[in-house]
């Protein structure tokens, strides 16, 4: 079991970056593919993107390919989402999941355990 907790969020202007960290408590990190989701205000969670358990593939929302990009850390049970060239339209509260087992997770309804959030705002 794990517990993922965000942070990193703020406010940037459009064109800046923010890196979101996400750590885990517990000791089976490893065993747990993770993704990043958001949700804008007045809109369902979506998703951004995901790493498998080795961190050896990933997978991208169309919207953030390019600009986003997931690593993860399994000694220190942290993964990471570097943000670059932010835009308006990814104002959102980001958040962190754990999905047991292989390969890549899509969909919300494979992730266990999910964080509280974190609040993006880009400016434009």
């Known amino acids: 079991q794990v517990q993922p907790v965000e942070s990193g969020g703020g406010l940037v202007q459009a064109g800046g970056s923010l890196r979101l960290s996400c750590s885990t408590s517990?000791?089976?990190?490893?065993?747990?593919?993770m993704g990043w989701f958001r949700q804008a205000p007045g809109k369902e969670r979506e998703f951004v993107v995901t790493?498998?358990?080795?961190?050896?593939?990933?997978y991208y929302a169309e919207s953030v390919k390019g600009r986003f990009t997931i690593s993860r850390d399994n000694s220190k049970n942290t993964v990471y989402l570097q943000m670059n060239n932010l835009k308006p339209e990814d104002t959102a509260v980001y958040y962190c999941?754990?999905?047991?087992?292989?390969?890549?997770?899509?969909?919300?309804?494979?992730?266990?355990?999910w964080g509280q959030g974190t609040q993006v705002t880009v400016s434009s």
């Open positions: 999941a754990a999905a047991p087992g292989v390969g890549i997770n899509k969909r919300e309804y494979e992730y266990d355990y």
């Open positions: 517990g000791r089976t990190f490893s065993r747990y593919a």
């Open positions: 790493i498998n358990r080795s961190g050896g593939s990933t």
